[in-house]
């Protein structure tokens, strides 16, 4: 599963909105790589930078049934920052449960009055990116033939 998340290729079949997703050091997906990252949402593009922070174990070919997966990461964007911690854990043949915590935190007083009116948003957007990954996962649905 963490390949399918931090794969840049695969992450343009499931994300919606990504328009570039390019390492500014390291190789992607792994720890200490920071990326620049441009999302369309709407009318508005926003540009960030990613840094992956935890990517345990970090030998993905190795796993056992046994071992929960963490992938994590941290974006900051002009007057925000957020973290995203990811935790897979396999419960069954053929079942991943994917837990998934994001914090965000703003720095100007406008983006903090903003995230106050937002927080359905946010929670919406990060279920839609779920729902999104689960069906390309589970039945290889790209979000860019469904987009329209």
């Known amino acids: ?3 399918l998340l931090s794969d840049p290729e695969i992450l343009r079949k499931w994300l919606r909105g990504l328009v570039l997703h ?17 999302l369309q949402m709407g ?9 992956i922070t935890r990517r345990e174990p ?18 900051v964007a002009q007057g925000m920052w957020s973290v995203t911690r990811d935790q897979f854990t396999e ?3 053929e079942t991943t449960l994917w837990e998934s915590e994001n914090e965000y935190r703003f720095s100007s007083l406008p983006m903090r009055l903003l995230s106050l009116f937002m927080r359905g948003a946010f929670r919406k957007q990060s279920r ?13 649905t790209d979000i860019r033939t469904v987009e329209g």
């Open 1 to 3: 599963m963490v390949l």
């Open 22 to 38: 390019e390492p500014l050091n390291g190789v992607h997906g792994q720890v200490g790589t920071e990326s620049r990252v441009v």
């Open 43 to 51: 009318q508005q593009e926003m540009e960030c930078t990613e840094t």
């Open 58 to 75: 970090s030998d993905l070919d190795r796993i056992s049934n046994d071992d929960v997966v963490h992938f994590d990461r941290e974006i």
């Open 91 to 93: 419960v069954g043949p």
């Open 128 to 140: 839609q990116h779920m729902q999104d990954f689960k069906a390309f996962a589970e039945q290889g």
